[in-house]
T-cell receptor
Framework: AQKITQTQPGMFVQEKEAVTLDCTYD???????LFWYKQPSSGEMIFLIY??????QNATEGRYSLNFQKARKSANLVISASQLGDSAMYFC?????????????FGSGTRLSIRP | ETGVTQTPRHLVMGMTNKKSLKCEQH?????MYWYKQSAKKPLELMFV???????ENNSVPSRFSPECPNSSHLFLHLHTLQPEDSALYLC?????????????????FGEGSWLTVV
């Protein structure tokens, strides 16, 4: 079963507008972490933001914020005031559990294109 | 600069060649990973090393051979590859440990090695 679902394969947004990238997840663990990464065409995977399952407040990092709705199992990324340099693939990911062997699972990604 | 360095950035090799990808992390992490990213496919975890011990091998063909001599270095040895092995290979590292998952378990990636098998 898919553990991380990103339902938007591609999105086009006008520069300076805010954009929300959707992510839903599936886990039965109480302790888990949610991550968002940005991948430009150069290939590097850039860490953007982290949300822990026990965190009561939504995570924010500059123009990035995470809309965490635990009961709905969603962790949407919000980018405010989008810029041309935000055009990239965006991946949602999750790490489960207490085990030191726990691994991180990635969604299929959303390609975001910013229009000037 | 993420603290994870991969070389080479680009590699073209024939199906009979033997080559290696190298990864080095300067973050003091205890776990290192190899991921494969093919066009139009999700990121695939290949290998995980925790304190130099391999803890995961996701049914990767034996033509891919990992080596982790210490917790800072990770290699992927390549031999007799197929054209379908052409992909972006990403190395990553993180800190793993018992207890609640936290921001300290964030996984950091290198810039990737673009591999083309001809």
């Amino acid at each position: 079963a898919q553990k991380i679902t990103q339902t938007q394969p591609g999105m086009f947004v006008q520069e300076k507008e805010a954009v929300t990238l959707d992510c839903t997840y599936d886990t039965s663990d109480q302790s888990y972490g949610l991550f968002w990464y940005k991948q430009p065409s150069s290939g590097e995977m850039i860490f953007l933001i982290y949300q822990g399952s026990y965190d009561e407040q939504n995570a924010t990092e500059g123009r990035y914020s995470l809309n965490f709705q635990k009961a709905r199992k969603s962790a949407n990324l919000v980018i405010s005031a989008s810029q041309l340099g935000d055009s990239a693939m965006y991946f949602c990911a999750m790490r489960e559990g207490y085990s030191s062997a726990s691994k991180i699972i990635f969604g299929s990604g959303t390609r975001l294109s910013i229009r000037p | 600069e993420t603290g994870v360095t991969q070389t080479p950035r680009h590699l073209v090799m024939g199906m009979t060649n033997k080559k290696s990808l190298k990864c080095e992390q300067h973050l003091g992490h205890n776990a290192m990973y190899w991921y494969k990213q093919s066009a139009k496919k999700p990121l695939e975890l290949m290998f995980v090393y925790n304190f130099k011990e391999q803890t995961e091998n996701n049914s990767v063909p034996s033509r891919f051979s990992p080596e982790c001599p210490n917790s800072s270095h990770l290699f992927l040895h390549l031999h007799t590859l197929q054209p379908e092995d052409s992909a972006l290979y990403l190395c990553a590292s993180s800190q793993l440990g018992q207890g609640r998952v936290g921001s300290g378990n964030t996984i950091y990636f290198g810039e990737g090695s673009w591999l083309t098998v001809v």
